[in-house]
């Protein structure tokens, strides 16, 4: 298309004109462009899904399983979906009214947040958080209320917090742990403690536990577990992280029956259905998946270590994750943002990490580093990343003999 000529147009939504661009994006689009860029910016396992799971979904294609689905799903994988939960953490979902096949993770978020807010009511989300939570709400009609976590307290929310920002409009909770970015996870206890508020106040917790299976210490906290939560928590999860399968777009929301119906009457008329083949490897994956993400976990986690020692080791204090495959170091001690620090970090060292500020409140001290990459990545990485905190240091001693400050 000719973009001098182009026509004068009827202006856009203005909730969709007010939202700015994933600030994780820009940078991708930035180090694309570059030769030699080691990225630890994707989120994203870097595995490919694992054969058997790649294998059952050739095999219903040769065999014409090219159709739409129930609008729920494959009844079989919804069965599916119940047992693993069952199995995994002793709460029961009915598959026929509880369970609905959604097109990842984030289809389930967007279904979430039209089905229980209109417009005004608000969300608390604790920050920082995944990019795509703020617009979800938004997109929806609703206002996220944001609540500042950080490290000093794992990141995570406490009642006190929430108390602190509600009014009469608040109408749920989002949260996510195993966390991203921070790779937080929080305890039974804390976690309990939310519910009750929310039993309290009469809010919706909406639970999205896409990294439940990559957690390295402690125990995964399934929200539907705790005293007083399945019957008012949407509880999301997929199959992208733990299985490796980011591009089949398959993940589940399980809910209470009248909000589950009322995700559902959303999904049928926008989505209609997720796409049969990637159901049928999300079935194999539930069925016979959990050797090759014993694998994967057992790799991530050494990663862990080795990205999270390295940090240290060159000055940029980073706790140790639980969960998920992020680190999340802090950069204050260089003196620089964490927009700057991943510029200069991206263009005069050729690494990509994601700046802290893309996930809100308290990120501005950290960077986001993916560590879903190969060890010798991950410690070319620390080498370039600590030239670049020694070039800082010398180029901060310099000018302090200029300047003739401490
Ligand atoms: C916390 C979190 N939730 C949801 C998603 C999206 O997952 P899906 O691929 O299932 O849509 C991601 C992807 O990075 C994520 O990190």
């Known amino acids: 298309m000719n973009k001098d000529r182009q026509p004068e147009l009827p202006s856009l939504a203005r909730t969709v004109t007010g939202l700015p661009p994933s600030g994780i994006r820009r940078f991708f689009d930035i180090a694309a462009k570059m030769q030699d860029v080691i990225s630890l910016g994707v989120g994203e396992p870097d595995f490919a899904t694992p054969w058997s799971i790649r294998e059952e979904a050739i095999?219903?294609?040769?065999?014409?399983?090219?159709?739409?689905?129930?609008?729920?799903?494959?009844?079989?994988?919804?069965?599916?979906?119940?047992?693993?939960?069952?199995?995994?953490?002793?709460?029961?979902?009915?598959?026929?009214?509880?369970?609905?096949?959604?097109?990842?993770?984030?289809?389930?978020?967007?279904?979430?947040?039209?089905?229980?807010?209109?417009?005004?009511?608000?969300?608390?989300?604790?920050?920082?958080?995944?990019?795509?939570?703020?617009?979800?709400?938004?997109?929806?009609?609703?206002?996220?209320?944001?609540?500042?976590?950080?490290?000093?307290?794992?990141?995570?929310?406490?009642?006190?917090?929430?108390?602190?920002?509600?009014?009469?409009?608040?109408?749920?909770?989002?949260?996510?742990?195993?966390?991203?970015?921070?790779?937080?996870?929080?305890?039974?206890?804390?976690?309990?403690?939310?519910?009750?508020?929310?039993?309290?106040?009469?809010?919706?917790?909406?639970?999205?536990?896409?990294?439940?299976?990559?957690?390295?210490?402690?125990?995964?906290?399934?929200?539907?577990?705790?005293?007083?939560?399945?019957?008012?928590?949407?509880?999301?999860?997929?199959?992208?992280?733990?299985?490796?399968?980011?591009?089949?777009?398959?993940?589940?929301?399980?809910?209470?029956?009248?909000?589950?119906?009322?995700?559902?009457?959303?999904?049928?008329?926008?989505?209609?259905?997720?796409?049969?083949?990637?159901?049928?490897?999300?079935?194999?994956?539930?069925?016979?998946?959990?050797?090759?993400?014993?694998?994967?976990?057992q790799q991530y986690n050494q990663r862990r270590r080795v990205i999270v020692d390295g940090l240290n080791s060159i000055g940029l204090e980073c706790h140790m994750p639980q969960g998920a495959f992020y680190a999340f170091p802090k950069i204050v001690s260089t003196g620089l943002d964490a927009e700057t620090f991943a510029e200069r970090l991206l263009f005069e060292q050729r690494v990509a990490v994601v700046p802290g500020t893309a996930f809100g409140a308290g990120g501005e001290a950290h960077i986001r580093c993916s560590y879903a990459t190969s060890i010798r990545n991950i410690e070319m990485a620390i080498e370039r990343i600590g030239a670049f905190v020694q070039s800082l240091d010398r180029s901060d001693r310099r000018l302090r003999s200029i300047t003739g400050s401490q």
């Open 59 to 297: 095999y219903s294609l040769e065999h014409g399983q090219t159709t739409y689905t129930s609008n729920y799903g494959l009844l079989e994988l919804r069965s599916a979906i119940a047992a693993h939960i069952s199995q995994l953490y002793d709460v029961q979902y009915d598959p026929e009214s509880e369970i609905l096949v959604t097109v990842g993770v984030s289809e389930g978020l967007d279904l979430a947040m039209r089905s229980i807010l209109n417009p005004g009511d608000e969300v608390v989300v604790p920050e920082p958080c995944y990019v795509s939570y703020k617009p979800c709400i938004i997109l929806a009609g609703g206002v996220p209320v944001t609540v500042r976590t950080t490290a000093d307290t794992n990141f995570c929310v406490t009642p006190e917090q929430i108390e602190a920002v509600r009014t009469p409009k608040l109408k749920a909770i989002l949260i996510g742990y195993p966390s991203n970015p921070t790779g937080a996870t929080i305890t039974r206890e804390s976690m309990q403690k939310i519910v009750d508020y929310a039993q309290r106040h009469n809010l919706f917790i909406i639970s999205d536990e896409i990294y439940d299976r990559l957690v390295y210490e402690g125990e995964h906290v399934c929200v539907s577990a705790l005293h007083g939560a399945q019957e008012r928590t949407i509880l999301l999860n997929g199959f992208s992280k733990a299985y490796a399968m980011t591009g089949w777009r398959i993940g589940y929301a399980c809910a209470p029956p009248s909000v589950l119906a009322a995700m559902v009457k959303i999904h049928a008329y926008t989505m209609l259905c997720a796409p049969i083949m990637g159901q049928k490897a999300a079935l194999e994956a539930l069925r016979h998946g959990d050797a090759s993400l014993s694998e994967m976990v």
